[in-house]
């Protein structure tokens, strides 16, 4: 099946930068977008509601004006992130605001609704919604959305337990639509493994944390920069659904980040102020594994201009490889 307009057009990279909590913003957004790769956001960053708006207006204008300043340059579509979650009550008025401004991908978490997906049909965008099973990858498009992101071992916030290669491997036994890898992606070789495991694009977040236009703190940045794969928890304290943190925000909040107990599912709060306990966490950073690639802190152009140098090297050492097994004599 050929990939939609919004996924199929010129990238610098098959990659999507994915909405991340307090770090994703327009500043952010819009420097993937120019250099080429798609951005997002989640609706739920732009505080108060009435933010929301203006961030797509201005996303939307600075994109344009990009493009008509540069016009070789590949300036990427948007996405935003709606958690379809009972307890965001703001899902049904951003909702309005995003058809209201035609945003042409939306990242569906925490639940698929099919009106949520009739909605963004209705002015031509396109549903992209994440999962963590191949289970909740066949709900997600019997309810109408139109491509899976599988978020796997490994991948930042919200996340499966599942080896990505096994996830896509599954989804693309019975799915040939447009289909996302998430999972310890911090580096070119990474992007070229997802497109070589099944997967139309690399679905990264984690290391545009360490990004200038990243509006995390500075310290987030660092402890990205100076953490490993060693450095990750995978707990459900701080949401009530399982996720991977930084060790060294966990530890700073007081807490034993090998002896966290076990939350209860019921309390998540997605509100549009959430609980004061949710809030709390606040400074509990979340984190995928693949920081040990994340070396230093970068523009956004400057991170991409070395994913695609990587990405090409490890294309022509690949290349290399497959063709010198393939001129090598079968063995019986």
Not at 261 to 273: T, V
Not at 306 to 327: G, I, K, N, V
Request: with cysteine.
């Amino acid at each position: 099946m050929p990939l939609p307009p919004a996924l199929s057009r010129p990238l610098t990279l098959p990659v999507v930068g994915s909405p991340l909590f307090i770090a994703s913003g327009p500043e952010l957004v819009t420097a993937q977008c120019q250099a080429g790769v798609i951005g997002s956001f989640p609706a739920l960053n732009a505080r108060p509601a009435s933010l929301l708006s203006d961030w797509l207006d201005r996303i939307t204008e600075e994109n344009a004006a990009y493009a008509a300043a540069h016009p070789h340059a590949v300036v990427a579509p948007f996405a935003v992130n709606q958690i379809v979650h009972r307890s965001n009550d703001r899902l049904e008025p951003d909702m309005d605001v995003i058809v209201k401004h035609r945003v042409p991908i939306v990242i569906t978490s925490l639940g698929a609704r099919p009106e949520i997906n009739d909605a963004v049909h209705s002015y031509g965008g396109i549903v992209l919604h994440d999962v963590t099973s191949n289970e909740f990858a066949r709900k997600a498009i019997e309810k109408g959305a139109d491509g899976i992101i599988a978020v796997a071992a490994g991948a930042g916030g919200h996340a499966g337990t599942q080896s990505p290669f096994a996830l896509v491997q599954e989804i693309r036994e019975w799915f040939d639509g447009p289909l996302l890898m998430s999972g310890a992606i911090a580096h070119g070789r990474s992007i070229l493994a997802a497109l070589a495991a099944g997967a139309d694009l690399a679905y990264i977040g984690s290391a545009f944390l360490a990004t200038a236009e990243a509006n995390n703190p500075p310290a987030y940045k660092q402890m990205i920069v100076d953490s490993t794969a060693k450095d990750i928890v995978y707990s459900n304290l701080f949401t009530g659904v399982h996720g991977n943190y930084l060790r060294g925000s966990i530890t700073a909040a007081g807490l034993d980040p090998d002896d966290l107990p076990e939350s209860d599912p019921s309390a998540m709060d997605f509100g549009s102020g959430g609980n004061t306990e949710a809030r709390a966490w606040k400074d509990i950073w979340g984190s995928g594994q693949g920081i040990g690639a994340v070396k230093q802190r970068l523009t956004v152009a400057d991170l991409i201009t070395t994913f695609r140098t990587q990405y090409e090297a490890a294309a022509r050492a690949l290349d290399a490889r497959t063709s010198l097994h393939a001129a090598a004599p079968a063995t019986t």
